[in-house]
């Protein structure tokens, strides 16, 4: 009996813990309206490799039909380097749907393109997972 | 009592009142015929052109390979890039006298460490240039816009 009201305690301690800490975090995360730039709709980037594509008409192909495409913000078509970059809405379109594409245009299997690290971008990485969780907290967008 | 402070609460009234009445006329803004210049940020279209030209200036870096593998990182992580995208807009925004505010590190800050050279700035300004270019953006709004960024480079090169 006294086992069960000292886990009844502690379980009813524990909910409290639990509810004052997501309020404080919730709290956290609206405190301040969004800002202009961060109510804008996020995107994301892709990088396609062409190395395989040797018909110079293909890439200006390609170049108009990533800009034609639903959800692509912007796109840039490279013969020197043999690459295709898009930034998309990721709720628009998809980086599968892009390449898919690319491989119907251009007739041939393309590859995504990865980059070599040289140096890191002069980004915040430590604040990823606070802002990650304050962006799935907020509900003043 | 009662009276002293009636009389205290009516006091400071008419000495509000008198004080807001008397504000001189002159205090008030002379309408002349001149309408403001727009701020650049205004010229360029708003945050959604800023938005626009800031997408295709990152696709044209990402396809630069000069610089591209400084920014593999972000390309890579979508919390990176929108974070590199924010940063860029505020940048352009505060920098063009719009309602934006920059509040990332200081470009010394950001690129200490980097060792970037004078041709990869360079490569980044072509990359931003030919953004520009694309939206047709006139060339007094893109000498404006370069001449607030230009400055960064003693900041940005060579630390």
Same mark, same amino acid.
């Given at each position: ?39 804008? *709709? ?36 490279? *013969?020197?380097? %043999? ?5 998309? %809405? ?13 491989? %119907? ?14 140096? /890191?971008? *002069? ?7 606070? /802002? ?10 | ?19 807001? !009445?008397?504000k001189k006329d002159d205090d008030e803004p002379t309408t002349t015929t001149t309408t403001p210049t727009p701020t ?10 800023? !938005? ?43 920098? !063009? ?63």
């Amino acid at each position: 009996m006294k086992k069960k009201n000292r886990l009844k305690r502690w379980g009813g301690t524990l909910l409290i813990l639990t509810g004052v800490t997501f309020i404080s975090l919730f709290t956290w995360a609206n405190w301040n309206a969004p800002t202009i730039t961060e109510r804008l *709709p996020t995107i994301e980037m892709s990088s396609f490799d062409l190395s395989q594509v040797q018909d110079a008409a293909a890439y200006s192909k390609v170049d108009a039909a990533l800009k034609h495409k639903s959800g692509v913000t912007a796109c840039s078509v490279n *013969p020197d380097s %043999h690459m295709a970059t898009v930034t998309f %809405h990721p709720t628009e379109t998809s980086k599968e749907a892009l390449l898919s594409e690319i491989n %119907h245009v251009t007739g041939t299997e393309v590859q995504y393109k990865h980059f070599d690290i040289k140096a /890191g971008c *002069p980004m915040k990485a430590t604040s990823e997972f606070f /802002g990650k969780l304050k962006q799935s907290l907020c509900v003043r967008n | 009592m009662k009276h002293l402070r009636k009389i205290t609460v009516a006091g400071l009234l008419l000495v509000t009142v008198l004080a807001t !009445s008397c504000k001189k006329d002159d205090d008030e803004p002379t309408t002349t015929t001149t309408t403001p210049t727009p701020t650049l940020y205004t010229r360029l279209g708003g945050i959604e052109a800023i !938005s626009a030209v800031t997408d295709q200036f990152l696709a044209n870096v990402a396809n630069d390979a000069t610089i591209n593998g400084r920014f593999a990182d972000a390309v890579a992580n979508p919390y990176r890039l929108q974070l590199l995208r924010n940063n860029l807009i505020d940048q352009i925004c505060a920098g !063009s006298g719009g309602p934006c505010q920059y509040k990332g590190k200081t470009m010394l800050q950001a690129h200490t460490g980097m060792n970037i050279t004078n041709d990869e700035f360079g490569a980044l300004v072509g990359d931003l240039v030919a953004a520009l270019d694309q939206f047709n953006v006139p060339t007094q709004e893109k000498t404006d816009l370069l001449a607030i960024l230009g400055p960064m480079q003693t900041d940005v090169v060579g630390h």
